[in-house]
């Protein structure tokens, strides 16, 4: 069997060197090329000394890049993406955007929080936005993928069975969110240095997060109505992770025991999604390095409220492993192909 | 002046031994006696080696602790402070209680979250509950102080500007904290051994913590009506600090500039309530070692609500601090005395 | 191709547990059975949550573990082995032992450090020390493979190629080690309780650690003479990794370039052995969840030094993944089978 | 009494904030300006919220500085300091520099390892290294105090009883020392960005670190003649605090009696230097947030040598508290006054 031949434009920031770290095992996909403004003519091991003798790929442009390929990933800041998207397609190749162009149905909703309009507005009819457990049967549909941002993916795997079911009401629903280090960025800054960092922890962006639309537009997709979010991530002094508590109002009459078989039922057969046994607590320490999502539910019956804990690791099933699985379920392979490494213990 | 003699019991313990850390700096105070069950007969120091020359104590019984001090600070399971408090009683010493036996007025709250009722109900009637900035003047009243829980601190003095000048609803409120390791206390578990809890993140006991009847009695109480809340810790992978955000929904009309007016006014003369700039995010980092409660207020007029966030040291204003704190207004001090030393930067 | 049948004895250790995820994902094996005196009768992943879906073994007893598999994985406090090694043989089943108890070829050495005889002295002539990329031959002619201890693998590979070519003396060898956490083991103690351990650095068990006449044994081996060293380990506050620097005398006259060219050669065809660029540093973080050994030279000429600095992930090249090695070479897999997966970036 | 008025030239770098945040609890000075070139106009909390309320001095220039100042504190990249030197020697007020640029008595050295000759040679016959322990009479003959470097304080505490007493030898001696990230100073860089700092260790500039001749100074000068050192500096993982494992060959017939006994008998009246009992390690968690340095002795009379462990928070006794330290004796005040606090023990 031919290896699909993957490229990877950005693949000296944490996201993009995760898909090189990931692909390396793939047994069905080559990495192609890679590309990096930063760094062009370079080897990607020079920045990665740990992807010595594994990934010593020459930098090359984005231009070559697309190219060489058949599937590309695109991990660019946002406004990046929709030039690229416009030579993949002309070129009839795969782009799985890990960037936040191609995440949004509604471009006054992505203008109003990115503060810019589409530079390519005819594109995006060709997008798809492919958070698989939720919108499996898009991906194969798509020309190209916007892989769902790291929040998004915790917060909608929480909520999806309890709201999809009826059992919570759309109203009230509060998110806080803690995601690890890497979440923001290679780029050393005095908020991310390590002094400043470590031994701290605060909230940021309270309110004004630009993944709250997005997921506003998957929780309002699978309630059938518009849901309004209050969404705070804090900065974890961890290097992985994303812990998400929702806190959820449960509808009268709505039992601890409705809730659970939903959610049992709804993940069963997910390769990727796990529920904790009751009493015990989704802990990010149990999906490092792999491409799980572990879920708890919690009740606060006195306030009729449930509680729901989702973990990711925010660089895997929060970015380049599920860019991987969407690579997978659109070119046929088995959706866990090259993603079943078992997580970090310690 | 004749220094207060301060005897701690408990003295191994973290809160304990940051008792012990602050008393060695405080002017008016002489640790003139401290015990130990678990090492009776050692010295602190061997127990606590960065104490060495500093605090030298032999540790002895709690007997010994009553017999040779003024004020007798406990810092014990639950259950173990009501026959101490009969003895200081009967001295005539004031206990300042660290545990939870002595921070509810309510029998039944207690029992019901803490399972046992109280040994000794008539000491309750000597007992305040002295959080100094919403009760300074409960404290020169009382015989026994109940110090209050680490969490509690940060919230009520987090959610008591609003509730007080009625600018938030008492329905709705939810409060996310996290607190660092220290809050687990000296003995080593499972959950707290390092590689465990390096690189780790989850909540725990999501709705059942035992600090929940607390917070409602005091935010309660400031409301002039039943408040019912939901609380849900999280294990922060650092030493010292409390992180409270907290989501509360506005009453109608309630504007962003009333609100920050009345949290300026409330701690305009709060020696240890520090508010942030708007914009700016409380941050545990700039309280550790200290006893100052940094507090921020953000809006989601989306959804009408506001959110607050607050950050102790768990060990001085969550604990130590506070009790050195209630002992200096107690006695006459400056509230300060002892306590103004700089938060540790990094 | 059959699998072959892989049993772990002490799979809820550190070790153990690591070698079960490691197995995982190796082709050609199989985890038939796992054992655990602490948690016979649970299952795997009850004890490790990151393990659900992937290892859900009960655990077993050790018998059954011998009954059921082809090849043994020993991960016991030392004294334990002997007497599996002896039931391993008359089965003719393959023991690898990550103890100590089949390390050492001078019981005289081995009873002078661990402080007990052998049991079974006659069982020590179907044991071989099977570090790889020094013993390679040894492998194949083991019915008991010793499994090197995780700082004797990073100093005997950082010290072989200067020793074997003469371009160091073989007295005044000073090695500084520092290890992870991990390497304590699973057992929660007050040193390695999160807050004693986070922010906190030191030298344990200087010149008295039992790993000093495991490299004794294979410096002089290598030397064709007797070298002792000086070695003081240190405990890290990271989960994974060890960063051994020693400190050599060069012999006169030999030069930078001789030394580099020593290195280069020797590990040139070796498939986990990582020469650092000259200028760079091995860094523990290049190395995490993988079986590499990185090396990098470093030249204090004013004093005619060598200063060479190494550094594994403690629990695989240090522990299991060495183990599996072995295993495969044995086998007549290839060498790097199920161990090829990139280091973890971050 | 009046308050000595200090200032801070470089109150922004993490040694002069630690300066500021020592100082306001020193009784006798009290901080009368501060100066950043970076931060100029701004006031010092809100470049570090956590000094808010507590020292929110506007940060001016650095002629603002030594005009308003008894004492100058500098704090600054080396080759600043001089010209700094040249202005406060002739408004005769005395420069405590934090910088390199008076640390050596030879400028041959100095220019050596700094690559500049100095630019006020004549200045330095006013200029003493002050290392209380070592040279407390010097304090009081300087009128330009080269305050001594972290990595130097650590080493020479830890190796000044054995060599004054001739108890090693001075050939051989290897220093293996480790410190936190704040040694690397406030400026974001990728070596210090958190995920790459976080779970990561390894040496840096083995072999060349600037402070090699300070070190060779002091212990020369200690021992009398001539000695060379082998200096290897690690990144540790922590925030704050320098351990330093020194390796030394003890001098035939030496006894362990001996070595004790002189390094009780040095720092037995030394209020800032303290002996771990035997079979205790230094840890730098014991020092934290303190003027200590903890020492600890240890035996590896396999191959005669002694190894001492040697801990300081490299910011106080590395920096800021020794240079605080210095100051007292200058003036006259107790040597411990305003550095008294007991360590942070978690």
């Not at 993406?81 to 995440?103: V, Y």
Request: charged share 25%; proline share 5%.
């Amino acid at each position: 069997m031919n290896k699909v031949k993957a490229g990877i434009i950005g693949a000296t920031g944490y996201a993009g060197v995760e898909l090189v770290r990931l692909l390396t095992s793939h047994p069905y996909a080559e990495i192609a090329a890679v590309s990096s403004v930063s760094y062009d003519g370079k080897k990607l091991s020079e920045v990665y000394p740990n992807l010595k003798k594994i990934a010593d790929h020459e930098l090359e442009n984005a231009d070559a890049v697309i190219e060489k390929c058949d599937v590309i990933f695109a991990s660019l800041p946002h406004g990046l993406s929709e030039p690229l998207a416009e030579q993949c397609l002309a070129k009839g190749k795969l782009l799985i955007d890990l960037g936040a162009d191609f995440r949004m149905y509604d471009e006054e909703a992505y203008s109003a929080w990115y503060k810019r309009p589409y530079s390519h507005p005819e594109l995006h009819k060709y997008a798809k936005y492919c958070l698989p457990e939720l919108y499996r049967d898009d991906v194969k549909k798509a020309k190209i993928i916007g892989n769902p941002g790291c929040y998004p993916t915790s917060v909608a795997l929480a909520c999806a069975p309890a709201l999809k079911n009826g059992l919570v009401k759309t109203e009230g629903i509060i998110i806080d969110s803690k995601s690890g280090v890497t979440g923001a960025g290679r780029n050393p800054t005095q908020g991310t240095h390590y002094p400043d960092t470590n031994e701290a922890f605060s909230a940021y962006k309270a309110g004004e997060h630009r993944h709250t639309p997005e997921i506003e537009q998957t929780l309002s997709d699978i309630a059938g109505s518009e849901v309004k979010i209050t969404f705070v991530p804090h900065l974890l002094p961890v290097n992985r992770g994303i812990e998400s508590t929702v806190y959820l109002n449960l509808c009268d009459g709505v039992t601890k025991e409705q809730v659970v078989e939903a959610y049992e039922k709804a993940y069963a057969d997910e390769l990727f999604v796990r529920m904790e046994p009751l009493g015990s607590y989704a802990n990010i320490k149990n999906v490092r390095m792999s491409n799980y999502c572990d879920i708890s539910l919690h009740f606060d019956m006195r306030n009729n409220r449930l509680i729901v804990c989702s973990v990711i690791d925010n660089m895997v099933k929060g970015a380049a492993g599920q860019a991987i699985q969407n690579m997978n379920i659109y070119f046929g392979y088995d959706e866990g192909t090259g993603l079943m490494m078992a997580p970090q213990e310690f």
